[in-house]
C-alpha cells in the first residue's frame, strides 16, 4: 500500500483571498501565512502605506477600502475576481475597538455607531459582495473575525464592541447554513486576546485592565497573530471542508473556564 503524501504548505495553491484589516495584526500574519500556502493575496485596508507594503511582501494586490462603504467593499472583491479571475476565500477580519466605546453609561451613541459599521455591517457588506462571486462558481470559503466576548459576557466592558461580534457570529451562523448546499462554507473566528498592536496599547494606556484579561486565560499567555493565521488557512482550506456554520474558538480555554490554573 502507498500512502498518499500530503503537501500542507500548498494547501490554498491556485486560491485567490481577500482580506480586511490584511495590512496589520491578524490580518497581516493570515496575508502571510495564505501566501506561503500557495493562495494569491489582495488585502483591503484603509493604511495606504501599510497596505501597499503588505501586498509587495506577499506578491498580492492591495486595494484601498472603506469597509463600511458598499461601493468600496463592492470594488475590491470585484477587483480581485477582475484580476485573478475567480474568488475563493474571503476572510472579513477588519475591526476597531476604541477607547470610546466602553460602559454602556457611557458610550455615546457615536461611538457605538462606529463600532457596529467596521464590526458588523462591513462583514455583512464584504460576505455579500463575495458571495456575488462564490454563489457563481458554486465553492468558496468565508471566514468571519468574530470574538470570544460573542459567546462570553465580560465586567470590562467594550459595550458596542461586544453587540457587534455577537451580531458576526449570528451572521456568520445564518450564512453557513443557507449556503451550504451551494459549496460555500461560512465559518466565525472567535479569538481571544491576541498580541496585536491594538492590545499592546491597551497596556500601555491601562495595565491593570489588561491584566484583568490575562489571569482569565488557562494557557497563561495572550495568543500571536499566527496561531490565529494557522487556524484561518485550516477554515479556507479543505481540510475544514466538513465545517460550516461553526463558532471557531481560538481563545486558549478561556470559554470553558470556570477557574483558572494558579
Known sequence: MTLQKIDLTQRLAGRVAVITGGASGIGLATARRFAAEGATVVIGDFNVEAGEKAAAEVGGLFVKVDVADEAQVNTLFDSAQKEYGSLDIAFNNAGISPPDDDSIETTELAAWDRVQDVNLKSVYLCSRAAL????????????NTASFVAVMGSATSQISYTASKGGVLAMTRELGVQF?????????????????????????????????????????????????????????????????????????????????PL
Open 132 to 143: 456575488r462571486h462564490m454563489v457563481k462558481q458554486q465553492r468558496g470559503s468565508i471566514i
Open 180 to 260: 451550504a448546499r451551494q459549496g460555500i462554507r461560512v465559518n466565525a473566528l472567535c479569538p481571544g486576546p491576541v498580541n496585536t498592536e491594538l492590545l499592546q496599547e491597551l497596556f500601555a494606556k491601562d495595565p491593570e485592565r489588561a491584566q484583568r484579561r490575562l489571569v482569565h486565560i488557562p494557557i497563561g499567555r495572550f495568543a500571536e497573530p499566527e496561531e490565529l493565521a494557522a487556524a484561518v488557512a485550516f477554515l479556507a482550506s479543505d481540510d475544514s471542508s466538513f465545517i460550516t456554520a461553526s463558532t471557531f474558538l481560538v481563545d486558549g480555554g478561556i470559554s470553558s473556564a470556570y477557574v483558572t
